[in-house]
């Protein structure tokens, strides 16, 4: 066995992790005494997590290293360490869903389905990771747990509302986290952070045992450094659960061993109209995603700018409907922020809302007869690199738009029909930026490839940032 | 990089539509401060004084967006999709 100090899992994807552990050439022990080493190092410059699961960890990996030597089989992510935004359940602690109310909840009794899966695929849990309150966020900000910084530039956002999940990972701290996407949760930390993320299809990963923020559209998926990473941590993690009222019925679709096929015969296209960006650096990042791609026409997404203003309603509606009650009873508990957003989103009239669901269903159906032209779109992940923390307002062509409203418009239009996303980051100077890959519904299996291909090339790539070195 | 539309524009509404809705008007912050009072008193919320501005801003940005909804013509026979299926 080598010390651990021969043995730098910093940059390792999961995979490699778990290659290195299969082969024998490191402890599970080791890799989470790492893993914990980074954390504290690193943690109070970039305050991803916000509980560690030491002792739980521990055990984990001596159960692992117990078992590896009795020569029992290896699981496929056995030794990798992971952590989940604050929203998942972790048993013995609350769900605290980047809330201060929610601190005073019971401990959960039980883990996350997902958390479940993965461990049962040997995955070792490491703690609990910040997160805008209540995922009503796109900046990574936090008034009760402060916000997350941005490896890249610890003065930038990381982009929210999955704060903590994008700083660990993008920091070098786990290879792999799992975070919530509803109207871009997931796919905006990517980009600000330079990751990899995957917002499956609406209904395909369970939610059982998260905290819910919109029913109607809240996803959850994981952020990696390496598209392989969410190839294989996906697979973990599919299959029906009956504890979440909207995962389908489906019969498991694993994408790793289809992740390194050729796409050729594969259509692809960019978005046109609404999203064409009119900022340098999304712009940068389409055309040579497009270009690598041989990606030469444009496609328009039908009443794009309708659709986010759709999901804009549904979310105020939806979520002020869940937080009703604690609006009455502890809303100075609330970020101010969050608070009056929800208290506006309990005024909107239900003949608006429901008109945004009939709205829904009709672009879902426009949307959804593109994929016979195509099999994958292009778009921007966000209309800007990181922002500063505390900043106001970015500049997107001539206009002037405030951030926290803002940074999901070119996501939002997306996860409102439930379609699968993976985000490809581009490696750029001085800060990353991400492209959304959008398939058609239950083809989570193209966007990756795609995503895959683009890394391979090296078009596509996490790129370490100085402080996830050494 | 210079790429060609794949598809012509879909068309803004489908067959069978009701007339567009006439453009929402904007409203003015003392008509959705009213409202907001009203609001937060028909559902019981209690507020403070300071926070009817925030509020109100935030009514504002959701009837903007609501009415781009309210002005797209749908036919009569149109689902809704509060039960989502991809």
Redesign the interface.
């Known amino acids: 066995m080598l010390e651990t100090t021969a043995f730098d899992s910093a940059w390792m994807t999961a995979g490699e992790v778990a290659a290195a552990f299969a082969a024998g050439r490191v402890s599970a022990v080791s890799i989470v005494e790492q893993a914990l080493a980074r954390v504290r190092a690193r943690d109070p410059l970039l305050n991803s997590f916000t509980a560690l699961t030491e002792l739980r960890a521990r055990l984990r990996a001596r159960a692992l290293d117990d078992a590896r030597s009795r020569g029992e089989p290896v699981p496929p992510l056995a030794g990798v360490p992971f952590a989940v935004k604050n929203l998942f359940d972790i048993a013995g602690l609350p769900t605290v869903a980047g809330s201060k109310i929610n601190r005073d909840f019971p401990p959960a009794a039980r883990d996350a389905t997902l958390i479940e899966r993965l461990e049962t695929a040997g995955a070792i849990l490491l703690g609990a990771l910040n997160m805008g309150e209540y995922a009503y966020d796109f900046t990574g900000e936090n008034v009760h747990d402060g916000p997350a910084h941005n490896p890249h530039d610890p003065k930038r956002m990381t982009g929210g509302s999955s704060s903590g999940p994008a700083a660990a990972v993008a920091g070098g701290l786990v290879p792999f986290a799992l975070g919530s996407d509803t109207n871009g949760s997931i796919r905006v930390p990517s980009s600000l952070c330079g990751l990899f993320g995957l917002k499956p299809?609406?209904?395909?990963l369970s939610r059982a045992r998260t905290f819910p923020f919109c029913a109607?559209?809240d996803h959850v998926g994981p952020i990696a450094r390496s598209a392989r990473d969410l190839a294989i941590t996906y697979d973990a993690m599919l299959g029906y659960d009956e504890d979440d009222p909207?995962c389908?019925e489906r019969n498991a679709e694993p994408v790793t061993p289809v992740l390194d096929r050729s796409l050729d015969g594969l259509r692809v296209?960019?978005a046109?109209?609404y999203f064409k960006c009119r900022a340098a650096e999304p712009v940068y990042a389409i055309?040579r995603i497009?270009?690598a791609l041989g990606?030469?026409?444009?496609?328009?997404l039908?009443?794009a700018?309708?659709a986010?203003?759709?999901a804009?309603?549904i979310t105020?509606s939806e979520a002020a409907s869940l937080h009703?009650p604690r609006?009455?009873a502890r809303?100075?508990d609330f970020d101010?922020?969050t608070?009056?957003?929800l208290?506006?989103?309990?005024?909107?009239p239900a003949s608006?809302v429901?008109?945004?669901?009939?709205?829904?269903?009709?672009y879902?159906r426009?949307v959804l007869?593109?994929f016979t032209?195509?099999d994958a779109i292009l778009a921007p992940a966000s209309p800007c690199p990181a922002p500063l923390i505390g900043q106001q307002t970015f500049k997107l062509g001539d206009l002037e738009l405030p951030v926290r409203?803002n940074l999901g418009i070119y996501t939002q239009p997306i996860s409102f029909?439930?379609?699968p996303v993976v985000v490809a980051p581009v490696p750029m100077s001085p800060l990353p930026i991400g492209v959304q890959i959008i398939a058609a519904?239950?083809r989570e299996d193209v966007a990756l490839r795609i995503a895959h291909a683009l890394e391979t090339r090296g078009v596509a790539a996490a790129q370490r940032p100085p402080l996830g070195e050494g | 990089?210079i790429?060609?539309?794949?598809?012509r524009?879909?068309?803004?509404a489908?067959r069978r539509t009701k007339p567009a809705a006439r453009p929402h008007r904007n409203h003015s912050p003392d008509e959705l401060g009213a409202?907001?009072a009203a609001?937060?008193k028909a559902?019981?919320?209690?507020?403070?004084s300071n926070?009817q501005a925030?509020?109100?801003?935030?009514?504002q940005?959701?009837f903007k967006?609501?009415a781009?909804?309210?002005g797209?013509a749908?036919p009569d026979e149109?689902?809704?999709?509060?039960?989502?299926?991809?």
């Open positions: 299809t609406y209904g395909r109607s559209f909207v389908a296209a960019v046109g109209g055309d497009a270009a990606a030469n026409r444009d496609i328009e039908p009443e700018e309708r986010r203003s759709a804009y309603i105020a009703l609006l009455r809303a100075k101010p922020a608070r009056d957003r208290i506006a989103g309990a005024m909107l608006l429901t008109k945004a669901q009939k709205f829904r269903r009709w879902q426009e007869k593109l032209e195509v409203a029909i439930g379609l519904p239950w | 990089m790429r060609k539309p794949l598809s524009k879909a068309k803004s489908p409202l907001a609001g937060v559902l019981a919320l209690p507020i403070e926070w925030g509020i109100t801003f935030n009514l940005l959701l967006h609501a781009l909804i309210d797209f749908l149109s689902e809704p999709a509060p039960v989502f299926r991809a």
